[in-house]
């Protein structure tokens, strides 16, 4: 899962692995378990540099882990050789959502340091311009999460992996499956 800071990647990703039966890895927890803090103590003591190159290690590591559904920081794309990774290594489906979207779902957050300023809308439109191609860039499939619940935009990414041959009908546990008259 790729996608803009709020657009759902831990929250889909997280029903995704269920649904697949699969392991789910947060790229942000298993940084942060890493580091032993906070991102946003981290990002504010050492920079975006210092973090990035932690979360390039992380990306590295995780995407080689067979079979597990793997949500990124919303930053993970800024590197090249991520994007690069994650699209050679992973089906990448990015969870694209408007900034006016991701500002409604924001609003109040204040632990993601790249929203602490004094207009985050406008920061949130900054961050989307700058990212939404490198995020197209990394992925396979792109998904627009608008407003459906999380069940939805599993049940369509699902669909889309599916009708691509990712995934074998069979493969998910809790697909229907038309009755057999036998």
Do not use: W
Not at 134 to 145: D, G, N, P, S
Not at 147 to 170: F, K, Y
């Amino acid at each position: 899962m790729v996608g803009m800071p709020g657009s759902g990647k831990s929250t889909v990703g997280r029903q995704l692995a269920r649904r697949l039966g699969a392991r789910f890895i947060d790229t942000d927890a298993v940084i942060e378990e890493r580091i032993g803090e906070p991102i946003r103590s981290f990002f504010d003591r050492h920079g975006e540099a210092a973090f990035r190159d932690i979360e390039a290690a992380v990306l590295d590591e995780s995407s080689q882990m067979p079979g597990a559904v793997l949500s990124t920081g919303g930053g993970a794309v800024v590197r090249e050789p991520n994007r690069r990774l994650l699209h050679e290594r992973c089906t990448v489906v990015y969870l694209m959502s408007t900034p006016d979207e991701l500002f409604r779902r924001l609003r109040h957050d204040t632990q993601r340091p790249l929203l602490q300023v004094a207009n985050p809308l406008a920061k949130l439109q900054e961050l989307y311009a700058a990212r939404d191609p490198l995020y197209r860039e990394a992925a396979h499939f792109t998904v627009e999460t608008g407003r459906p619940s999380v069940a939805t935009l599993v049940n369509m990414i699902l669909m889309q992996l599916e009708l691509a041959g990712v995934l074998h009908p069979d493969v998910v546990p809790s697909a229907v499956k038309p009755h057999d008259p036998r």
